[in-house]
C-alpha cells in the first residue's frame, strides 16, 4: 500500500477512523513543520497527517514552514498528499458550500516564501506544466460524487498573499484572469511537493465568494467559518473514501519529477546539502 499524506487546513485538525495513531515530532534541515505529524492506518492504507496551520490555527498563511512541512512528509514516506484548504469564489456558479478540485494555479505570493529546495549550491529545474496528480483528482472527484456533494474538477487557484484577504479590485482582476477560486498556502506546497517527486491534488473547500459579489461586500472571518464548520464534515467523509482508494496505486505521476532536472555538477555540490536532501536526490545524486 501506498502512503498518504494528508495536510489539513482551517478547521481540519484531525482525521477520525486512524488506527494505530502515532506522533512524530520530525526533524528537518529547514526547521520545524507546522507541528507534530500523526501517523497510522485508514483501512489498511498508511496515513500521515499534518495541520498546516499547526493545533490552535497559530501560523500565518506566510509564515508556514512549507519546505520542512514537505520534507518531513517525504521522510515519513509520503507518495501522494491529499490538501485541504478553505478558499473564496470567484465564479458564481461555485458557490459557498462547494468543493473544487483545481488543476492549476497562478502565485501572488511573497518572495519569503520558500518555494524550492533547491538553493545555496544545486540547481534543479521541475516542469510544473501540470501541477496536479490526474490520478488523485479523480479519485477525490469521484468520492465528492459518491457522497452527493458538489464539487468543480479543474480550475485555476489564485495563490494570493495573506494572511489579509483581497481588495475588491484584486478580487476583480483575478475574475478578469479567468481564475476560479483564491486561497493563501497551496501552490508553494504543489512546488515542493513536485521537487520532492510526491503526487499532489487539492479538496478546496469553498467559504465565500471573495469581496467582489454584491453580497459579500467584505469578507469575515465569522462568515468563512460558519461555511467552514459545515464544509469540514463533508471533507472528512471524502477522505474516507479517497484514502484508501489513492493507496491502492501502485504508481504516482510525480514518482519520476525529478528525472533529467538537477542542472548542478555532483562535485559542485556542497556535502552538506547532499545531505540535507538525500531523501529528494539520493537517487540520482551519491
Not at 506522533?23 to 526547521?31: L, Q, Y
Not at 461555511?227 to 510525480?254: C, E, M, V
Request: a positive charge; charged letters at 25%.
Amino acid at each position: 500500500m501506498a502512503t498518504i499524506g494528508v495536510i489539513g487546513g482551517s478547521g481540519l485538525y484531525q482525521i477520525e477512523g486512524i488506527k494505530d495513531v502515532k506522533e512524530a515530532e520530525v526533524k528537518t534541515p529547514f526547521g520545524a513543520p507546522s507541528d507534530k505529524l500523526v501517523t497510522g492506518t485508514l483501512d489498511g492504507t498508511p496515513v500521515v497527517f499534518l495541520p498546516r496551520h499547526g493545533k490552535g490555527h497559530r501560523i500565518s498563511p506566510t509564515e508556514i514552514n512549507n519546505r520542512a512541512n514537505i520534507w518531513a512528509m517525504k521522510k515519513l514516506g509520503v507518495q501522494a498528499i491529499i490538501s485541504i484548504s478553505a478558499v473564496g469564489s470567484l465564479k458564481l456558479p461555485i458557490k459557498p458550500m462547494d468543493f473544487v478540485i483545481p488543476d492549476q494555479f497562478i502565485d501572488r505570493t511573497a518572495p519569503r516564501r520558500h518555494t524550492t529546495f533547491f538553493t545555496d549550491g544545486i540547481v534543479a529545474h521541475v516542469a510544473l506544466a501540470e501541477p496536479v496528480a490526474e490520478e488523485i483528482a479523480d479519485i477525490l472527484y469521484d468520492a465528492c460524487q459518491q457522497l452527493g456533494v458538489t464539487a468543480h474538477k479543474n480550475g485555476t487557484y489564485l495563490n494570493m498573499e495573506g494572511p489579509q484577504f483581497s481588495t475588491k479590485a484584486e478580487s476583480n482582476l483575478y475574475r478578469s484572469w479567468g481564475c476560479d477560486v483564491i486561497g493563501m498556502t497551496n501552490l508553494p506546497e504543489a512546488k515542493l511537493a513536485r521537487e520532492a517527486e510526491i503526487s499532489y491534488a487539492t479538496l478546496a473547500a469553498v467559504t465565500d465568494y471573495d469581496c467582489w459579489h454584491q453580497s459579500h461586500g467584505s469578507v469575515s472571518v465569522e462568515m468563512i467559518m460558519d461555511y467552514l464548520t459545515r464544509n469540514i464534515a463533508s471533507a472528512k467523509k471524502i477522505l474516507q473514501i479517497a484514502i484508501p482508494r489513492a493507496g491502492k496505486k501502485k504508481k504516482f505521476s510525480a514518482a519520476d519529477a525529478l528525472k533529467n532536472c538537477i542542472m548542478t555538477d555532483p562535485k559542485f555540490i556542497p556535502a552538506q546539502k547532499k545531505k540535507d536532501l538525500e531523501i529528494i536526490i539520493g537517487k540520482y545524486i551519491k
